[in-house]
């Protein structure tokens, strides 16, 4: 009986989760196991259909691999037989509809990636429901019709597909191929010269889409918002510029893999280096860089020493790169000197559960983030206990702005406001007056003492007026690196050694995964908002309550210990 832990998709998921395997990164593997787990019968979200399985299984049989000459079941590589699998048999448990709705692949070039997308188009195109409309959109035409000669050339080696069959199952025209047995349809679009709205597609491609703004793949999913059945691919390797609608869609994926976004039907590979290789040179000597955003180069010798041979141009020539590294390491180069701030992974090993009794007594400082009136605040309390810091924090959204926020930025801010980490006030703009009360009640609330607020004077004026009038002491922060370097290293150095401790909040553990950080020219590190990957808000207010922490009361401590003071 043909079942699908027989298969090539789960022995490769299952080979991606062996725990001595580092081919593979860290997010592949989270697919891997999050898959698993539903093939296995253990999600109560999901489930495999076995009829659908053995339908494309019958199907890749039939369709011949142009290349090797054989039929796809046998030439596809193992990455694409999870992803074709994953894609079409994963069923909703609710409905039997299909589950994943959107499929991510970051993948480096040379990876058959186009290909790939070929194989599953034509499988839609004979599954999907009759008039189904399929497009694909990349940067211009002539990338768009990479797929359209993916398809035709598929179809061109398979007799049973080809148009010369006496019954006609695919006719292949100038601008679009058809379907003929479902009557369905695929156009080739191209963003620098096609509208995207006003089409419906039952399944849609975007291909490179690191070279494209967001706008293509939210006209096609929002095309999309009627239909039960839908499938998006999105499809590309890293590129050097950071305003692209593929840094958004990652970024969305590893939200979803880290369980801080609930959305479960979007399938990622993302075969990108584990963050340890991302920095410094390790590119230039450690394979597993290579092979971490290669999966093909695992099982072909020949693309293995090809990349290899590219790698030694890029190291003595550097003009060969930024080519090199985003393209066949899916690694920015122009963003190297942006790192990820802190692991969620190492950050959430600092979480606590909340008791409201600690807070009792204690002597506080406080930091606050007064962001643009439309835009997210923050405000987080810290104090020094024991030889440790421990920091609360909330975050403040204007209450109109819910629903786009929440689509946008991929945050359910409505599950955030609900358990308490998050205030929706005002309407399309922040309510400061609500702000300014909230920061006041924290003595009364919560049993502390206000020893001094820290603020950036953007934004901030008119509130620090009215907390000084009620006594509270607040000091200006300059959102320099010379001065932010020293308690955005205090933070990053507590929690990887275990002497941080933060109650328990989701919208914190968000704005941690969004944190990048840049060097400036003394080596000075500090969170870059503009080059982060989303909302930092409470990680800005920690970092400004923790500069007036060290300076008061850490500083002082470590003066006392070493005598200096008495």
Same mark, same amino acid.
């Given at each position: ?28 593997? &989270? ?12 999600? $109560? ?9 053995? &339908? ?48 991510? #692949? ?41 797929? !359209? ?81 839908? #499938? ?16 958004? +869609?990652?970024?969305?994926?590893? &939200?979803? #893999? /880290? ?10 590979? =993302? ?10 040179? !390790? ?72 008791? #409201? ?11 606050? /983030?007064?962001?643009?009136? +439309? ?30 926020? %929440?689509? &946008? ?26 702000? $300014?009360?909230?920061? %006041? ?27 000084? %009038? $009620? ?19 205090? =933070? ?40 982060? %990957? ?33």
């Amino acid at each position: 009986m043909v079942a699908i832990k027989d298969s090539r998709a789960y022995k490769y998921a299952k080979w991606c989760l062996e725990p001595d395997n580092h081919y593979v990164g860290e997010y592949v593997k &989270k697919q891997c196991a999050s898959w698993i787990e539903i093939c296995d019968g253990n999600s $109560e979200d999901a489930y495999i259909c076995e009829k659908t399985y053995k &339908k494309i299984v019958k199907l890749l049989k039939l369709i011949n691999h142009p290349d090797l000459g054989c039929s796809m079941y046998e030439g596809l590589e193992d990455y694409a037989m999870l992803l074709i699998f994953a894609t079409f048999c994963t069923k909703s448990r609710t409905d039997a509809t299909r589950f994943y709705q959107t499929v991510v #692949l970051e993948i480096a070039r040379k990876n058959f990636k186009t290909f790939v997308s070929a194989v599953i188009f034509i499988i839609g195109m004979l599954t999907e429901p009759r008039f189904s409309r399929f497009f694909s959109v990349a940067p211009d035409l002539k990338l768009s019709k990479e797929l !359209q000669v993916a398809i035709k050339k598929i179809i061109k080696s398979s007799p049973l597909l080809s148009t010369g069959a006496r019954n006609r199952v695919f006719n292949i025209l100038r601008s679009e191929i058809r379907c003929e047995i479902t009557e369905s349809e695929f156009t080739p679009l191209a963003y620098s010269q096609d509208k995207m709205d006003g089409k419906m597609a039952n399944m849609f491609l975007a291909d490179e889409a690191g070279g494209m703004d967001s706008y293509p793949v939210e006209a096609m999913s929002s095309s999309q918002i009627t239909l039960t059945e839908k #499938l998006g691919i999105i499809i590309s390797t890293q590129y050097p510029n950071d305003n692209n609608g593929f840094i958004d +869609e990652i970024d969305k994926s590893k &939200k979803v #893999l /880290d369980g801080l976004n609930s959305n479960k039907r979007r399938f990622s590979l =993302l075969y990108e280096p584990d963050i340890e290789f991302m920095s410094g040179e !390790q590119w230039k000597t450690n394979d597993l860089v290579i092979y971490q955003a290669n999966p093909a180069a695992y099982d072909h010798e020949h693309i293995m020493q090809a990349l290899i041979e590219k790698r030694e141009d890029a190291i003595v020539y550097e003009n060969k790169r930024e080519n090199f590294l985003c393209k066949h390491c899916n690694i920015k180069f122009k963003s190297l000197g942006t790192s990820g701030f802190i692991d969620v992974i190492d950050f959430r090993k600092c979480k606590i559960v909340e008791d #409201l009794s600690f807070w009792i007594g204690k002597h506080v400082y406080l930091g606050v /983030d007064l962001s643009m009136t +439309e835009d997210n605040t923050s405000v987080a309390m810290v104090c020094f206990h024991d030889g440790q810091i421990y920091a609360k924090g909330w975050g403040f959204v204007p209450a109109d702005s819910v629903e786009v926020k %929440s689509k &946008k930025e991929g945050v359910d801010y409505k599950e955030l406001i609900k358990k308490g980490y998050c205030f929706s006030c005002g309407d399309r703009i922040i309510d400061y007056k609500f702000v $300014e009360n909230f920061v %006041s009640s924290l003595p009364q609330k919560y049993g502390v003492t206000i020893e001094m607020l820290g603020f950036d004077k953007y934004n901030a004026l008119s509130s620090v007026q009215k907390w000084e %009038s $009620e006594g509270i002491e607040c000091c200006e922060i300059k959102q320099h690196s010379s001065v932010l370097h020293v308690p955005t290293k205090l =933070l990053k150095e507590s929690v990887l050694q275990n002497t941080f401790h933060y109650d328990e909040n989701l919208m914190f553990e968000i704005n941690i995964q969004n944190a990048r950080c840049t060097e400036d020219t003394n080596l000075n590190k500090y969170v870059n908002k503009k080059k982060s %990957s989303g909302k930092v808000d409470m990680v800005v207010s920690v970092i400004n309550a923790i500069y007036l922490l060290n300076v008061n009361v850490i500083l002082q401590e470590k003066q006392i210990s070493w005598g200096v003071l008495t």
